[in-house]
């Protein structure tokens, strides 16, 4: 019993910031705000994301969609999406930091229109800024080493490389670039955009990764909150696997009932 307490209190802290679920969900693309609502507490996430662009602040449906998301006691984290430069992406956080209450941004700076690959010197300067402008800032950001490194240097305490580009659910395309990421650095890191099942989550898990943040795999499900319900479970299965500790790939085979050198428990003798 007292395992399975310690499992439990297996915390994710982001910031100084600790939270049970290492769910990150997206809040666009659903069918209705409701189902947007249902799948999020079937998920179980805490930190929900919100793209600025699409809300209209002059109209104030930026302070609607935030009431709504208060509702669910969720942690909100803004994103810049769509931003195609550092200034451009500047500016959309301190105007998030202005309506929703909050210093904590998902940095994107795109930098191609056809894959939404990251552009990591517009990435890197907006990072360095908003640091210094006392943001808690978690960049998403490709597999690519040394810019993660460069971010860490800037003092982005957290970093959020992809699996596969956005809205691909292709899962983990560079398992060696982002083994070789969970391998150096001990900040949290988290799988953000390119997966597409539950599956694909539970081995970025599996993979070591703190937490997993998606949102198309989920709101264009057949049935949103099922799937929601399904890649919830998946990270935490992933999550404990990598804790207990995977058995290491052979190349050869190894019988799991070895009878050399093994006691016979249930030997009998005729007298």
């Known amino acids: 019993m007292s395992h399975i307490k310690t499992l439990a209190k297996d915390s994710l802290t982001l910031y100084g910031q600790s939270f049970q679920s290492r769910f990150l969900l997206g809040t666009a693309l659903y069918d209705s705000p409701q189902q947007m609502l249902d799948s999020v507490s079937a998920s179980g ?70 894959n939404l690959q990251p552009d990591p010197f517009q990435l890197l300067e907006a990072a360095q800024e908003l640091i210094a402008q006392d943001f808690c800032v978690l960049p998403y950001c490709t597999d690519d080493l040394i810019l993660c490194q460069r971010l860490r240097e800037a003092g982005c305490q957290v970093l959020m490389p992809w699996g596969a580009p956005i809205g691909t659910g292709r899962g983990l395309l560079n398992r060696y670039a982002l083994k070789s990421i969970r391998e150096r650095f001990d900040c949290p890191l988290i799988i953000d955009a390119g997966l597409g099942s539950p599956s694909q989550a539970c081995d970025a898990m599996e993979l070591g990764f703190d937490a997993v943040l998606l949102n198309t795999a989920v709101a264009k499900a057949r049935d949103p909150i099922l799937m929601a319900s399904s890649f919830k479970g998946a990270i935490n299965a992933g999550r404990d696997a990598y804790r207990a500790g995977l058995m290491q790939q052979r190349q050869t085979a190894s019988p799991s009932t070895p009878t050399i050198g093994q006691p016979f428990w249930h030997q009998h003798t005729n007298t």
């Not at 009431?67 to 984290?77: K, V």
């Not at 810049?80 to 909050?102: D, P, Q, V």
């Open 45 to 114: 996430a805490e930190i929900l994301t919100l793209g600025l662009r699409r809300q209209n602040p002059e109209n104030g449906d930026g302070e609607r969609f935030w009431q709504m998301i208060r509702s669910t006691g969720c942690t909100l984290l803004p994103n810049t999406a769509g931003c195609k430069s550092a200034k451009e992406a500047i500016n959309l956080a301190l105007m998030s930091r202005e309506i929703f209450n909050t210093n904590w941004i998902k940095l994107e700076v795109i930098g191609d229109d056809y």
